[in-house]
């Protein structure tokens, strides 16, 4: 093997293996920021050594055997206090005691070990922005370059933005545990809330110059589908994961050929991505029987979606169940921006002036002021309606709020329509 082809072997199996060798590392060690240290050396290790020695049989094994073998010596030779040295290097000499046998060791626990660390990513101790920064590396492992250019910030921001959430975790002694009893419920909505987020801004970026970023998407339902396989007995879980495969099943067809938006009603169903679709509706039923007659938030999303998913046509759509759906949804997880959405739909069910009264009641909801999908939703009733002076100066509403290039187009192009259209 040459050296270039040992390097991308090197590179494709951190990619696979990182979230899982820290995840590792981070029991043993407690310490996320130490966890992330130890695997980094232990990349470092196979990149020296595999090039010339070959690729080890079970590179996963390897790489952990490595990072261990670096945890013992620091636990060695640092200076800290007698009882982290004891318990720590009593925790690694056990653990290395078993190394022979460590490839089952690793399926053993490695489910347990991710599930750990996906709930200290997203420990709710932590600023939402970090929540997002944190699970891409430690979870997704994604460099802090590609993190940085997701979320349109400089590298050194968001490196910053990692090390102080890392030191924020060891400051606040955050447990490396599956949280239990009424936490769990807390400690769930956070996870979940994390991975829909880094999936919303890969599905309609709130800045930039593209407006999806499928990248985003595919590594959040990557990491749903983990989530789904760690903890199999909650429905919300799989109500996520639902959602996201129906969503990102429109993802060819959600933009035009120069990345253009398209509107869903507009789009080409023919390039929705059936598997996706199957595999979403397979999800949400898998939701829907855990759930039984207690359908949490993302269960209702997920099922306003397959409602999309399920229509042959824009014409053949059951706007009807979706403004219910809708309905439910405003009840269980009652905001502004669910509202709002229900206000579309009830403009489909039963025309452009009922949705129209609930937009014009958001008007001074405080969480919506520099929501650009408010005025943007605003002008198109309008437009239907046939009040088209007031549906441009909507739409242009909407242009100043939104900071995405590509929607800005979209919205000023709606503007002008409705300028023309009013004479």
């Given at each position: 093997?040459?050296?270039?082809?040992?390097?991308?072997?090197?590179?494709?199996?951190?990619?696979?293996?990182?979230?899982?060798?820290?995840?590792?590392?981070?029991?043993?060690?407690?310490?996320?920021?130490?966890?992330?240290?130890?695997?980094?050396?232990?990349?470092?290790?196979?990149?020296?050594?595999?090039?010339?020695?070959?690729?080890?049989r079970n590179p996963a094994a390897w790489l952990m055997q490595?990072?261990?073998?670096?945890?013992?010596?620091?636990?060695?030779?640092?200076?800290?206090?007698?009882?982290?040295?004891?318990?720590?290097?009593?925790?690694?000499?056990?653990?290395?005691?078993?190394?022979?046998?460590?490839?089952a060791a690793l399926d053993d626990e490695v489910g347990d070990?991710?599930?750990?660390?996906?709930?200290?990513?997203?420990?709710?101790?932590?600023?939402?922005?970090?929540?997002?920064?944190?699970?891409?590396?430690?979870?997704?492992?994604?460099?802090?370059?590609?993190?940085?250019?997701?979320?349109?910030?400089?590298?050194?921001?968001?490196?910053?933005?990692?090390?102080?959430?890392?030191?924020?975790?060891?400051?606040?002694?955050?447990?490396?545990?599956?949280?239990?009893?009424?936490?769990?419920?807390?400690?769930?909505?956070?996870?979940?809330?994390?991975?829909?987020?880094?999936?919303?801004?890969?599905?309609?970026?709130?800045?930039?110059?593209?407006?999806?970023?499928?990248?985003?998407?595919?590594?959040?339902?990557?990491?749903?589908?983990?989530?789904?396989?760690?903890?199999?007995?909650?429905?919300?879980?799989?109500?996520?994961?639902?959602?996201?495969?129906?969503?990102?099943?429109?993802?060819?067809?959600?933009?035009?050929?120069?990345?253009?938006?398209?509107?869903?009603?507009?789009?080409?169903?023919?390039?929705?991505?059936?598997?996706?679709?199957?595999?979403?509706?397979?999800?949400?039923?898998?939701?829907?029987?855990?759930?039984?007659?207690?359908?949490?938030?993302?269960?209702?999303?997920?099922?306003?979606?397959?409602?999309?998913?399920?229509?042959?046509?824009?014409?053949?759509?059951?706007?009807?169940?979706?403004?219910?759906?809708?309905?439910?949804?405003?009840?269980?997880?009652?905001?502004?921006?669910?509202?709002?959405?229900?206000?579309?739909?009830?403009?489909?069910?039963?025309?452009?002036?009922?949705?129209?009264?609930?937009?014009?009641?958001?008007?001074?909801?405080?969480?919506?002021?520099?929501?650009?999908?408010?005025?943007?939703?605003?002008?198109?009733?309008?437009?239907?309606?046939?009040?088209?002076?007031?549906?441009?100066?909507?739409?242009?509403?909407?242009?100043?709020?939104?900071?995405?290039?590509?929607?800005?187009?979209?919205?000023?192009?709606?503007?002008?329509?409705?300028?023309?259209?009013?004479?």
């Amino acid at each position: 093997m040459s050296a270039s082809d040992a390097h991308h072997t090197v590179e494709t199996v951190w990619r696979m293996e990182a979230p899982k060798l820290i995840a590792g590392l981070a029991r043993l060690t407690r310490d996320v920021g130490r966890a992330e240290e130890l695997a980094q050396d232990a990349l470092v290790a196979a990149l020296k050594q595999w090039p010339e020695e070959g690729v080890p049989r079970n590179p996963a094994a390897w790489l952990m055997q490595v990072a261990k073998h670096r945890a013992l010596d620091t636990v060695r030779h640092e200076a800290m206090a007698r009882r982290k040295q004891e318990e720590l290097g009593r925790d690694l000499e056990d653990d290395h005691s078993a190394m022979p046998d460590l490839d089952a060791a690793l399926d053993d626990e490695v489910g347990d070990d991710l599930l750990r660390l996906i709930f200290i990513a997203c420990h709710p101790v932590l600023p939402q922005e970090a929540r997002l920064a944190l699970t891409l590396k430690l979870l997704g492992g994604l460099t802090t370059e590609e993190i940085a250019r997701a979320f349109l910030v400089p590298e050194p921001t968001m490196a910053q933005r990692i090390v102080r959430a890392k030191k924020t975790l060891s400051d606040a002694r955050v447990l490396y545990e599956v949280p239990a009893g009424a936490e769990l419920g807390e400690r769930l909505a956070s996870v979940l809330e994390v991975v829909h987020l880094i999936f919303n801004e890969g599905y309609a970026a709130t800045a930039g110059q593209d407006w999806v970023r499928p990248t985003l998407c595919e590594e959040a339902m990557r990491l749903g589908r983990i989530l789904a396989g760690l903890a199999p007995r909650e429905p919300e879980v799989h109500g996520l994961v639902a959602l996201m495969e129906l969503q990102a099943s429109r993802l060819r067809a959600r933009t035009g050929p120069k990345g253009e938006p398209i509107l869903l009603l507009d789009q080409n169903r023919a390039r929705w991505d059936r598997l996706l679709i199957g595999r979403g509706l397979a999800a949400l039923e898998q939701a829907q029987r855990l759930a039984g007659s207690l359908p949490g938030p993302y269960l209702l999303q997920a099922a306003l979606a397959a409602c999309h998913a399920r229509a042959p046509t824009a014409d053949e759509t059951d706007w009807a169940r979706i403004a219910a759906l809708y309905g439910v949804l405003a009840r269980v997880a009652p905001s502004p921006v669910v509202e709002l959405n229900r206000a579309v739909a009830v403009s489909m069910a039963d025309g452009p002036a009922a949705g129209l009264a609930i937009v014009e009641a958001l008007a001074e909801e405080p969480a919506l002021r520099r929501y650009h999908l408010l005025p943007s939703v605003r002008g198109d009733l309008l437009s239907k309606l046939g009040r088209h002076r007031e549906a441009a100066e909507a739409f242009e509403q909407a242009v100043a709020l939104t900071r995405n290039v590509k929607e800005q187009a979209l919205m000023q192009k709606r503007a002008e329509t409705a300028r023309v259209a009013a004479g």
